[in-house]
């Protein structure tokens, strides 16, 4: 979201940056007082109201109560994230924790992803989301293994290195030389393509070549296509939403319903989707979701070789650290990359 700053001068500039800062930092309303205390300015306490009326007028600030101090409106948020912020580099002990901590973790890309969002939580005592998407990633092998007289299984094995399998009914005898046919069709027509171009016309289009074994040869290419189906959904990690019912900004009932949201996968997309249009973060209401009106999320994609493969989000209140949390989850998804990099091989 775009917020517009023209007619602001330097000094609110520096106004509204003191007040977002201490906000985050104490969680109290900030008075002229203490900003006459904190700010060099030369400027009299008088003056410094006058100033944070405007910026309240503007919609930058908001004023609890009557008496109170002023707080940051999400507008005034996204100012300083858009252009007042510095971010902080992530400390040395806490880059050494986090790669420790990946390395252990990373045999796979599932059990990388898991523990990703596992270390960040713990360190940002926020929720914490990872997703990984399989639809542009590559058929690398299609095994089928017999599980009974009538079922067998379809192994799928990905660029991601990820496995995906399906068991799958027929009414014919399954045999060895019928999986080692299926397996030798399917490896034909689909190996090292891409899983979302597994689509049904495709599929039909393999069916009639077949038309001596089509009941046969459908049941196969059916669970099949069922598989890829399945694989080309993103899958997300959820990990530290209990995190989210200890923050005094957000209550209990608003808590509950944010992680009953985080574990929704096309809630997920959407809001990350919209993070990644708003220079990677959305502020409260922002986000168009009731559940995350008092909440903001902080995200970012991760690629390897430039290819991206999915994305890292941190949720927790909107009197949240962005300097420091935007620069851990830029230092995530950079790892992410670079570790899934090694285990892939690519």
């Known amino acids: 979201m775009e917020v517009i700053s023209i007619g602001l001068s330097q000094r609110k500039r520096k106004i509204l940056s003191a007040i977002v800062e201490s906000y985050i930092e104490n969680g109290e309303p900030v008075s002229s007082k203490n900003l006459c ?7 009299s306490s008088a003056t410094l109201r006058n100033e944070m009326a405007e ?5 930058y600030l908001e004023q609890p109560h009557t008496s109170a101090g002023r707080v940051p409106s999400y507008k005034g948020y996204r100012l300083y994230i858009n252009e007042l912020m510095n971010k902080k580099s992530v400390p040395a002990q806490a880059r050494k924790f986090i790669d420790d901590f990946l390395e252990t973790n990373s045999g796979t890309p ?9 270390v960040l939580a ?3 005592k926020c929720a914490v989301v990872t997703t990984i998407c399989s639809n542009d990633a590559k058929i ?16 799928v094995c990905l660029s991601t290195g990820m496995v995906k399998s399906k068991i799958f009914k027929i009414s014919a005898r399954v045999t060895e030389a019928m999986l080692k046919l299926f397996s030798s069709i399917l490896n034909e027509n689909f190996l090292t393509l891409p899983v979302s171009s597994v689509t049904l016309s495709a599929v039909k289009d393999v069916l009639l070549g077949f038309s001596d074994f089509s009941d046969i040869i459908k049941e196969m290419l059916k669970a099949f296509w069922e598989l890829c189906q399945d694989v080309s959904k993103k899958e997300v990690y959820l990990e530290g939403q209990t995190n989210l019912l200890f923050f005094p900004d957000v209550n209990s009932y608003e808590a509950v319903n944010t992680i009953n949201l985080l574990k929704e996968v096309n809630s997920v997309d959407q809001i990350f989707l919209k993070a990644h249009e708003n220079q990677n973060a959305l502020i409260g209401k922002e986000s168009n979701c009731d559940e995350l009106a008092n909440s903001s999320v902080i995200v970012n994609k991760y690629c390897v070789n430039g290819q ?3 994305s890292i989000g941190v949720v ?14 830029d230092y995530l998804t950079l790892t992410i990359g670079n570790l899934l990099g090694d285990i892939l091989e690519i």
């Open 316 to 329: 927790g209140p909107m009197r949240m650290d962005y300097g420091a949390l935007m620069s851990y989850v």
């Open 55 to 59: 910026l309240t007028e503007f919609g």
């Open 37 to 43: 205390n904190t700010l060099n300015l030369g400027v």
């Open 122 to 124: 713990d360190i940002t």
């Open 308 to 310: 991206e493969f999915g």
């Open 110 to 118: 599932e059990n990388l992803l898991s523990a990703a969002a596992n």
């Open 140 to 155: 690398n092998s299609i095994n089928l293994l017999k599980t009974g007289d009538h079922t067998a299984m379809i192994v």
